[in-house]
């Protein structure tokens, strides 16, 4: 965006006399969906993102019930999206069932579906009654400034914003994370090779399968239609060469695991893992996560490794939190602006600190570590799996704003 972008400094008048000017930084899922809930809450929004183009890569992500319920509540039509899922199958790399996890006793506790849906559809719904002007791309923060009224953020072309907050949604490598001096994210040691394949006769289908080796493992998830997200997950390290015929070492490590994944192989290209692999990162979860008049939301806050599937989700459920912390701001009843933030961050720490710790388990990336639970029943492990996503949902604050939300559309 060129130019100096100048904006009325913020006013002191108690906040609540007038829109409180937020920034977001970051147009992913994260600053997409706060950006939709403080619309809807009456607050002046802008997001501001480094791309170009607002355009989704990569393959497909899982919406678990607790990120369906918080779409629900931000006005996001999720209707006929994706794949409705009603069971995981995990089996070994030498055709041993380990476990059926039963999505349909989890949708029936939590009461949302569970769904994988291409990350472009899921960018698509999120922007879909979102106003575009809202939107401004080409936006790359280089720094942030906080005042004692408020926040100055710096793009790279030397113009700059001021706003009363500023909400990091900017992922992985925040600027805003750098700011409140968190530490960096660490790698697992991991990584994905992942995408979208379409394969015609998988179409409707609702069963995905994980299978798990000794050195890896693999996931084939239909994602709508007939597409299937593929994943082969194999050990990483900082100093790894990318081969020049990348198909040859997914084949060499995953041919013969199962029927479908040599189908999925016999069809991948090297231009299908272009984009790959996704190194797995984790970060330190701050104490507090920000400060003044700024926070983090997403994987700004807390990137996790995929294995649960959870990262989108738990930006969702960091937008339920924090639209709370703001409403209650608003009405008086959770102080001034930092207190507000600092309620919110200390509201979220707990359950994203568990989340991540689980998904940071080998559980999923050795045949060895998995082996007992062939020895469980499935109806304990999907119990168990309820338990954990119940319990990392905040479900009756949640319960509360779908109630809230309800009185006032009444
Ligand atoms: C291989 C893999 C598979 C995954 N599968 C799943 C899954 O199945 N289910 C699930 O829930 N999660 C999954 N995740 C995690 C999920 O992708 C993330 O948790 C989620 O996308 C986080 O969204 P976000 O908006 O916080 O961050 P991002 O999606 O990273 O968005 C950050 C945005 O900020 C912008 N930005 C960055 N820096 C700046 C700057 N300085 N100025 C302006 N803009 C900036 C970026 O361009 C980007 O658009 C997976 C992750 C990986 C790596």
């Known amino acids: 965006m060129p130019g100096l972008r100048r904006s009325a400094k913020p006013d002191r008048n108690a906040p609540s006399s007038r829109a409180l000017k937020v920034l977001v930084l970051g147009a992913g899922v994260g600053g997409l969906s706060i950006a939709r809930g403080l619309l809807r809450d009456g ?12 355009q989704a890569g990569g393959g497909a992500v899982t919406i ?6 918080v779409l629900g509540q931000l006005g996001v039509d999720m209707t006929g999206s994706g794949q409705l899922l009603s069971s995981v199958e995990v089996w070994t790399s030498s ?35 979102l106003p575009t002007e809202r939107i401004r791309c080409n936006s790359r923060a280089v720094g942030v400034v906080t005042r004692h009224d408020g926040v100055q953020v710096e793009f790279d072309d030397g113009s700059w914003v001021e706003g009363d907050l500023l909400i ?9 994370r750098d700011v409140i001096g968190a530490q960096p994210a660490e790698p697992t040691g991991w990584c994905s090779w992942q995408g979208l394949v379409t394969l015609p006769d998988i179409a409707g289908q609702h069963v995905a399968q994980v299978v798990v080796g000794e050195r890896g493992n693999l996931g084939l998830w239909p994602a709508g239609g007939s597409e299937v997200q593929w994943w082969f997950d194999l050990p990483w390290s900082p100093d790894f060469v990318r081969p020049e015929r ?33 190194p797995h990162f984790r970060h330190p979860i701050p104490r507090p996560r920000g400060h003044g008049a700024l926070t983090l939301l997403g994987d700004a806050a807390h990137t996790m490794p995929p294995t649960f ?3 989108t989700n738990q930006a969702l459920l960091d937008t339920m939190v924090l639209c709370k912390a703001m409403s209650d701001f608003r009405s008086g ?50 119990w168990a799996l309820t338990m954990f996503l119940r319990t990392a949902s905040h479900c009756r604050l949640s319960a509360e704003v779908s109630r809230e939300l309800g009185a006032a559309h009444r």
């Not at 994944?261 to 692999?277: E, G, K, N, Q």
């Not at 001034?336 to 080998?362: C, F, G, H, I, N």
């Open 43 to 54: 607050y002046d929004v802008t997001v501001f993102e480094q791309r170009p183009h607002l």
């Open 64 to 69: 678990w019930s607790n990120g369906e319920t």
């Open 95 to 129: 055709g041993r069932r380990l476990a059926t996890l039963d999505l349909t006793a989890i949708v029936d506790r939590l009461g949302a579906p569970v769904r994988m849906v291409p990350r472009r559809v899921l960018l698509e719904r999120l922007l879909d009654g």
């Open 168 to 176: 990091g949604a900017d992922g992985l490598h925040s600027v805003v």
């Open 246 to 278: 990348p198909i040859e070492l997914i084949r060499s490590n995953f041919a013969g695991w199962s029927d479908a994944a040599d189908r999925v192989l016999a069809i991948l290209t090297d231009d299908d893992l272009a984009h790959s692999p996704y």
């Open 309 to 311: 599937a959870q990262g």
């Open 333 to 382: 009843t959770n102080g001034d602006l930092p207190s507000a933030l600092r309620w919110y961050e200390k509201t979220r720490r707990p359950r994203v600190m568990a989340v991540s710790r689980v998904a940071s388990l080998q559980v999923a990336h050795g045949e060895a570590v998995l082996r007992p639970a062939a020895m469980v029943s499935d109806r304990l492990i999907t």
